[in-house]
């Protein structure tokens, strides 16, 4: 049954791809939306038509569709409360913003942006916080017709009332403001776009939000925001500030740091489900601790009151190892799928599904993101393979590798390369027949002439793919002659 009472929304701006960190507020919102059997919405919040780009929005959509966060409402899908773009709810701010000047609780302001400047530049100077002291609070009707012959164009300000606020905050419990500083702030700028805390209020207001779960950097636009609604006479909304998400050296999380939106990291192959089992974990942890979770379980144990206040670690290992773990535990088939997407440079065809799914699985134990498959792969395809110098000198050229490759030439001849088995214990008994070297240097001998490498897929698995021809041919390659 749907709680129509629970509402939340995830609101991002266009104004780049989707970070990180919206992606963890937004699925914290989902989080608690489904836990409740309520509603999550999406909002676009496109009031800066200068750096709003179309693109980004469609990333928007598409990254949070790739971790499985759809959404019940939105500009694409619709709703009750449409549109939910803000460039096309502008007359909506407007209106509201008329109705408060004509209560007298906002007034417009004819103050041009350099007169403005001016004024925090003197603040600046003299060392005290800039506030806007209302010089246009009580004009009279003169100096307003004097203002619109200068060819003015006026915002509307926001009359702040001067009184004492706190709210509960359902992650950092009760939060107190001095309201002293806040001043009669901006609601809608000249050029009839509103501004974002009271495009913000208009927009939970008019869609029914109960619950404002969003980042603790909101949490000084939240006295702005409850006496909008006051002045509204509107329900205010349960907020849930959560803590910030931070770079392992405690800065703000950014591009140096590597990928910060969630299209990069999906593009270098970190699984969804695995990111989003990484970031439903950042600020929140079930009581069990456990770590390894699928989102139904998530939202099973989710508590949005066990968020914490403080803020998180966005540790690359951590998830590097998460990222390991889901691609360890996909059914083979569903990983040989996604693979396939880093393979496009491959003739795939030499090889059955059945066999590809080998390969993958074979070479699946060392992963940490999936575009390291074309690596880990690469002397599946192809006729010979690249031996660096490294290998050359400090494998394949020891006089006890030759003895094994020669040995092994002759073996190579009389493999069953259909029957795996088979080939396990052929190589078991070729092991003992080489006597005196040990294992390690025979199969690294073999190896590394197989595949150049000195580690990767089993033995058995590659000769069995290689197929005779290339193995003979690879073999005879690295013997000395
Ligand atoms: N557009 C705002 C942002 O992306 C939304 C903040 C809010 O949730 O109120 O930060």
């Known amino acids: 049954m749907t709680n129509n009472s629970i509402r939340v929304r995830i609101a991002p701006s266009p104004t780049g791809n989707l970070h990180v960190g919206t992606a963890r507020t937004a699925l914290f919102n989902y989080l608690f939306a489904k836990k409740n059997n309520g509603k999550f919405i999406l909002r676009i919040e ?3 038509l200068e750096r709003s780009k179309e693109e980004y929005t469609q990333n928007i959509y598409d990254s949070l569709k790739s971790m499985g966060l759809n959404w019940d409402e939105g500009p694409d899908v619709g709703g009750e409360y449409a549109p939910y773009k803000q460039s096309d709810r502008l007359d909506t701010y407007k209106n509201y913003a008329q109705k408060l000047v004509e209560q007298g609780k906002a007034y417009y302001c004819w103050c ?10 003197k603040a600046a100077e003299e060392k005290i916080s800039y506030k806007y002291l209302g010089k246009c609070k009580d004009l009279t009707p003169e100096q307003v017709e004097q203002y619109k012959d200068e060819g003015r164009e006026p915002v509307i300000r926001f009359c702040t009332p001067s009184e004492k606020l706190a709210f509960d905050d359902i992650v950092r419990g009760q939060v107190e403001f001095d309201t002293n500083l806040i001043d009669d702030f901006v609601i809608m700028k000249s050029n009839g776009t509103p501004t974002y805390n009271f495009a913000v209020v208009i927009d939970d207001m008019e869609m029914k939000i109960s619950h404002v779960i969003r980042g603790e950097d909101h949490i000084s636009n939240t006295p702005k925001q409850i006496f909008i609604y006051r002045a ?8 849930a500030h959560v803590g910030m998400i931070l770079a392992p050296d405690r800065s703000k999380l950014s591009k140096r740091h590597g990928a ?8 270098q192959g970190y699984l969804p489900e695995a ?3 990484f970031l439903s974990l950042l600020g929140w942890s079930p009581a069990d601790n456990r770590e390894v979770l699928e989102l139904q379980e998530i939202i099973k144990l989710f508590k949005l009151e066990k968020v914490s206040p403080s803020p998180a670690i966005f540790e690359f290992d ?3 190892w998460m990222n390991g773990q889901y ?14 997407n880093y393979l496009k440079g491959f003739d795939l065809s030499i090889y059955t599904e059945e066999q590809l799914a080998q390969i993958i699985d074979s070479i699946r134990k060392n992963l940490v993101i999936l575009s390291e498959i074309p690596e880990a792969v690469i002397y599946f395809f192809g006729d010979s393979v690249e031996i660096d110098e490294k290998i050359q000198k400090e494998v394949i050229e020891l006089p006890e590798s030759q003895q094994v490759l020669n040995s092994f030439r002759d073996l190579a001849h009389t493999i069953d390369y259909d029957n795996l088995d088979e080939i396990h214990n052929q190589l078991a008994d070729f092991r003992k027949s080489m006597t005196g070297l040990k294992p390690k240097q025979i199969m690294w001998a073999i190896r590394a002439a197989l595949s150049g490498r000195t580690q990767g897929a089993d033995i058995a698995i590659i000769i069995s793919l290689l197929g005779k021809d290339r193995v ?3 073999v005879d390659k690295a013997i000395i002659k």
Do not use: C, G, H, M
């Open 260 to 267: 910060t939106a969630v299209s990069e990291f999906i593009a």
């Open 46 to 48: 496109d009031t800066d």
């Open 232 to 239: 509204l006479d509107a329900v205010v909304p349960t907020y």
């Open 112 to 121: 041009s942006q350099e007169e403005v400047e001016k004024e925090k530049n």
């Open 472 to 474: 003979l041919n690879r």
């Open 318 to 320: 951590k998830l590097n």
């Open 327 to 340: 691609i360890r535990n996909l059914i083979i088939e569903d990983l040989t799928n996604r693979a396939k």
């Open 275 to 277: 990111f989003v089992n």
